[in-house]
T-cell receptor, first 113, second 114 residues
Framework: QKEVEQNSGPLSVPEGAIASLNCTYS??????FFWYRQYSGKSPELIMS????GDKEDGRFTAQLNKASQYVSLLIRDSQPSDSATYLC?????????????FGAGTRLFVKA | DTGVSQDPRHKITKRGQNVTFRCDPI?????LYWYRQTLGQGPEFLTY????????KSRLLSDRFSAERPKGSFSTLEIQRTEQGDSAMYLC????????????FGPGTRLLVL
């Protein structure tokens, strides 16, 4: 089992629709959760971070965390063609002497105009 | 430009050669991370530094890989005796530290081993 799992997609949604991206993680001790967006050939950029159970909203983006189910999701409302990218889920958990960030393989999102 | 910078942006080398990459983090960031990313995969953690101390190193990192961060500023990642399987994008990121941290990524160095 991979430490962080995402559906690779591609997920295709029409412009203006809601895109729903999901991520599960295996380490119950994970403490911090992030969503990054990565355009083709570019480096990842942070979209959202979430640390406690529940929802966190930022503009068109909502992150949802359920630690009991080891599940984190990202909703993108009013999807735009410019949202077409790969979305990476990242999880941080602590270990002796330090911390490790584990990324999922990413979900490719296509927003059709 | 006050973001994370990496040099070179592209590197082509022959199998068996050594290569070294440099990362300059955001100036006030005390944490620096190295990742490797191949096509269709997420960034794979290699190692990270808190100031000049290397605190974590992936078990996947072979003895051919070494990283340094002298004086807690810039960092170098060296790959000795490169293999074709080392071909990937090498990403550097920096952060202020703490669990609730945002990592800011550099543009990456794309390595091709022939």
């Amino acid at each position: 089992q991979k430490e962080v799992e995402q559906n690779s997609g591609p997920l295709s949604v029409p412009e203006g629709a809601i895109a729903s991206l999901n991520c599960t993680y295996s380490d119950r001790g994970s403490q911090s959760f992030f969503w990054y967006r990565q355009y083709s050939g570019k480096s990842p950029e942070l979209i959202m971070s979430i640390y406690s159970n529940g929802d966190k909203e930022d503009g068109r983006f909502t992150a949802q965390l359920n630690k009991a189910s080891q599940y984190v999701s990202l909703l993108i409302r009013d999807s735009q063609p410019s949202d077409s990218a790969t979305y990476l889920c990242a999880v941080i958990h602590g270990s002796t002497g330090g911390f490790k960030t584990i990324f999922g393989a990413g979900t490719r999102l296509f927003v059709k105009a | 430009d006050t973001g994370v910078s990496q040099d070179p942006r592209h590197k082509i080398t022959k199998r068996g050669q050594n290569v070294t990459f440099r990362c300059d983090p955001i100036s006030e960031h005390n944490r620096l991370y190295w990742y490797r990313q191949t096509l269709g995969q997420g960034p794979e953690f290699l190692t990270y530094f808190q100031n000049e101390a290397q605190l974590e190193k992936s078990r996947l990192l072979s003895d051919r890989f070494s990283a340094e961060r002298p004086k807690g500023s810039f960092s170098t990642l060296e790959i000795q005796r490169t293999e074709q399987g080392d071909s990937a994008m090498y990403l550097c990121a920096s952060s202020l530290g703490g669990l609730q941290e945002t990592q800011y990524f550099g543009p990456g160095t794309r390595l091709l081993v022939l």
